[in-house]
Structure formats: C-alpha cells, structure tokens
C-alpha cells in the first residue's frame, strides 16, 4: 500500500507567484473555447487535435512519430510497417476520441480510470455523451478489412493462453502460489502486475488530489492534477494518459467545452529541464505555459483552418447540389493531410475521382512526389 503525504491547497504565496501565469493561461483557454463553439470549421478543428495531442504526448516522452504516418495509420493505410511508437500513439488517439464521446466526468470516475487503464474489462464502455455521435467501426478497432488477421491474432492468443494454463497446473505449488495477492484473470504468470506498483492504490490515490483540484480556478487545478499525475506515476505503460485527463478535467469543469484541449500540443514547446525541475513553483509554471501556449496555436491553426474554407467554398459555390465537393472540403478540414485513397474511400468514388476533385478544390499539395502523393492545409 503506498503512503505517500498528499500535498494540501497551494499556499497563498505560492499562488500569488502563479498568478500572472494563471490569468494568461484562463484568457487564452477562454478565447479558444468561445472561438471554437462559434467557428463553423469547429468540428474539423476538434477532429485534428487529437493527432496533434497524440504526437505530442509521444514528444514528451521523448518518442518522435510523425502525423502523416499517424493519419495513414488510423486509415489503415500504412505505407510501411508501423513503429512501436506509431502504434503507441495511435493509442492515445483511440483513448482521446473515447473520452470526447463520453459524458464530460467519466474519464475521471474510478469505473472510467479502469476501462482507460485497461483494468475495467472489455466490455464495458463509456457512456455516450448526449447528443454525440457513437464511436465508429474505426474506434473499436474492427474493421472488416483486417477480420481475418484478428481472427488469426485471437487463435494465436488463445494457443498461448492454454500453455500457460497448462505451465501453472504442472508446476509445484510453492511456484505457482507466489504471494497471497489476487492474480489477475487475463495475467496468470504476474508479468504485468507488480506487487511493489500498485497502480490501483495509486490511481486512488491520484483521485484523491481531485478534491483538492475542484477548490481552485479550473486551470491551476488541472496543472495541479497533472502535477500529480508526474509525481505518483499511477500507470507504467499508460504515463501519457494524465494529459488527456487534465484535458478531459477542463472539459468537466465547463473550462474548455467545444473540443477535448490538447494539452500535450503545448506542453512539449516547454523545456524539459522547466517540466521536470525540482522547485514546485517552475513546475507548475510551466505546465500553465504549455496551456498557454497550446491555445495559442489552437487559434493560429482556426485561423489558417477558416481560411482555407473560405477559399475552398468559392471554388463550389456555384457548382450543383449533388457535388462531392463539399464533402471533400469537410474531409479535409478534419484530417492533418488526406491521400488520395483516403479520400475515394470517405466519398466513396474512384481513384481518378478523387484526384479530380483534389485539383479542383484548390488544396496545396505536401509531399512533392510522384507516388504516395498527399494533400493538406499548412
């Protein structure tokens, strides 16, 4: 069981030296919140965070994947093998779009801390929020495509199973009865349960800074959370998922509504020395920076995202009610970039259909290369 001494309140001095951080951080995540729920290109603006955020996540922990192989990934497009990185940030991007789609404080309650951690079983899912679209095929990780492999990856994996049921009943009691602490059901062997890291006592743990969160402004309390977060390292496998609770906490406390904050897209422009540095007052600084600066870009990348819509519209503003176009322009405005077999597959045209309608909506082409050609707003 951990004891470890749970830090009150801020002091009034440590506060008051946050302040100015504090203003600057609760303006900026003000201004992007009321410009979001009022910009038509919100919903594409939403949909492109979570890449942002996930690559970086991966960033901060000190892991470089690039968003075009992470768009193509979460297409099933991959134009080679993916990366133990690429399949960890595409981890993220499945845990953010899971946590945007349920009620604003699932993610935080003890039964929602289980699912995300991967302790709540399988079958349990997240309350959908009112109003919100169901998660797709996509999100739940089926696709008709790749039945067959899964298929084949659920018999290798229940090959597996039934050795190691055999191993366990064949070895001597005094091995397979290790400690008097209860196995997990899908971890037979304790390969991923360590008795000396409790996650579960530490997820407690970490939720029991929550009371003291909900007593100060929204934005230093979720620096506090994270803060937190850092400090008792509740998740192994997990770490990156305290971000996306910090931004799953600002969305609960109504602090940033229209979207899921992408609190990691901010955190990484901050030094690691600032992260990660003794003195409490530079880390919580520089958390309430990387919130800063993360609204910051958010506006900068409306503002190129409003742009780029209203050039696109002035190319189909005339054109007939059934053009694709506009559904080509709505595509692109969710997604970093867009392939041209990304784009037949979302319209559901041919190739050469999509090619056309690329050329004629006026987007800048990315990659300058004859093959695996990609298109997107910069």
Known sequence: MICRKQESLLPPDLLQLLLPDLVRAEDALARLDERALRSSVGEGFAERRHFFDAVGAMWV??????????????????????????????????????????????????????VLAGSGGGEERAPEQKGAEPAGDDDDGVDDALSAELAEIDAVLERSQRLLDSHLANAPAEVAVTSSKEKRSDDPLGLFDDEEWDESARLREWRGVLAIADQLPPTIGAAVLFEAWEKIEPLRRQHWLGGLLVASYLRSR?????????????????????????????????????????????????????????????RFKDRRSNSSLPDLASFVLSRPMVSSAMVARELRITSRGALNLLNEIGIREITGRGRYRAWGIL
Request: aromatic content about 6%; overall charge positive.
């Open 254 to 314: 109504g602090k940033v509504t229209s979207h899921l904050f992408s609190f990691y897209a901010g955190l990484k422009t901050v030094r690691h020395e600032r992260r990660r540095a003794r003195d409490r007052l530079t880390r919580l600084q520089a958390f309430l920076d990387g919130m800063t600066e993360s609204a910051v870009l958010g506006l900068k990348e409306m503002d190129r995202l409003s742009l780029a819509q209203t050039q696109m519209e002035m």
């Open 61 to 114: 922990a000190g892991e470089l994947v690039h968003v075009e192989d992470l768009v193509l990934h979460d297409a099933h497009m991959d134009t080679r093998t993916p990366s133990h990185e690429l399949t960890i940030a595409h981890g993220v991007l499945r845990a953010r779009r899971r946590i945007w789609t349920g009620e604003p404080g699932w993610s935080l309650s003890a039964a929602g801390l289980a």
